[in-house]
C-alpha cells in the first residue's frame, strides 16, 4: 500500500495537489487528525474495493492534534506493507499573505493572532519545520501557477503525464440530441451514409464492413487525418493546463454508422499511443427491434 502524507504551509496549494492525487487514482482524506491515520490505513487494508494508493491531508487546521502527526508517520514507516511517503509544500510569506488577501479567506490561526498574519505564518513555519526536514518531496510554490503546481505534481507521481486524462470518446445520433458532456464535438453526417445500403443497415460501425464503407471515401480519409491531428494537438495543452476528463464526441444522424466508425478509429489510434480511453456509443440501441 502506498501512502502519501501532504502537508505544508496554510495557503501554498495543498488543496491543488490532493486534486491532482485524487485525479491519478488516489483515496484522498483532507484535514484528517494525525492520530486516525493509523486506523485509516487498517480500514483501507479491510476494505473491499481493494484500495491500494492513499493520500492524506494534515497540517495546522488539526490544532493541538498536529503533535501526533510524528508518532503517526514513525508507526506507518514501521509496517511492512505501506509505503510513506511526506510531500511538503510552502511558499514565501508575502506570497501566502497575498494569496490570503486575494480569497479573502481566514488563516487558520487567525483568532490565535488576533488577525496578524505574519505572526501566524512565522508560527506556523516553527511548527512545521520537523516535517520538513522528514519530507521526501518538496516543492516551493511562490512562483506557480495552480496549473504548473499541478503539473509538478503529476511529474513526480506519474511515469507517463497523461496518464492523469482519461479520454472518454463517444459516438450519439443527431436525431436524439447533441451531447451535452462533450468538450469536443465532430459533426459526421458529411460522410457517406452506410443507412442506404441496404445489407449494411442493420449493422453498425463497430463492424468491420461498415467501418470499410464509412472510410473507403477520400472525404473520410481526409477528415479523420485533420481531426487527429487536431486532437494529437490538443492533447498535451489539455494534460498540462491539469484537465482529468476530456469527452471526444461524433455525432451522425442515428449514432449508428459514420459516428461509431470514427469513435472506433480514434479510440483505437488514442490507445496506441498510450492514453487511457473509455469508449461510449450513446444511441447504438435505440430504435433496436427486439
Known sequence: ?????????????????????????????????????????DLCRK??????KIAVAVDIRTGDMFAEIFHAWQKLKAEDDVEVKVLFIEANDEVLIKRYKETRRKHPLDEKFNGNMHEAIRYERNRLSQLREI???????????????????KSIFLENSSDSLIIKVMSFGFKYGVSTEADLVFD??????????????????????????????????????????LIDFLIPLYIREGKSQLVISFGCTGGKHRSITFAELMSEHLIKNNYKVQKYHRDITKDKKI
Open 1 to 41: 500500500m502506498e501512502l502519501l502524507i501532504v502537508t505544508g504551509m496554510s495557503g501554498s496549494g495543498k488543496s491543488s495537489v490532493m486534486d491532482v492525487m485524487e485525479d491519478i487514482g488516489f483515496y484522498c482524506i483532507d484535514n484528517i487528525p494525525p492520530k486516525l491515520i493509523n486506523q485509516f490505513v
Open 47 to 52: 476494505s473491499e474495493m481493494g484500495i491500494s
Open 135 to 153: 519530507a521526501d518531496y518538496y516543492i516551493e510554490t511562490s512562483l506557480y501557477s495552480s496549473a504548473r503546481l499541478k503539473e509538478q505534481v
Open 188 to 229: 459526421v453526417r458529411c460522410l457517406p451514409n452506410p443507412y442506404y445500403i441496404e445489407e449494411l443497415r442493420k449493422h453498425t460501425g463497430i463492424e468491420k464492413c461498415v467501418q470499410n464503407y464509412v472510410m473507403d471515401s477520400e472525404q473520410s480519409q481526409e477528415l479523420f487525418k485533420k481531426i487527429t491531428g
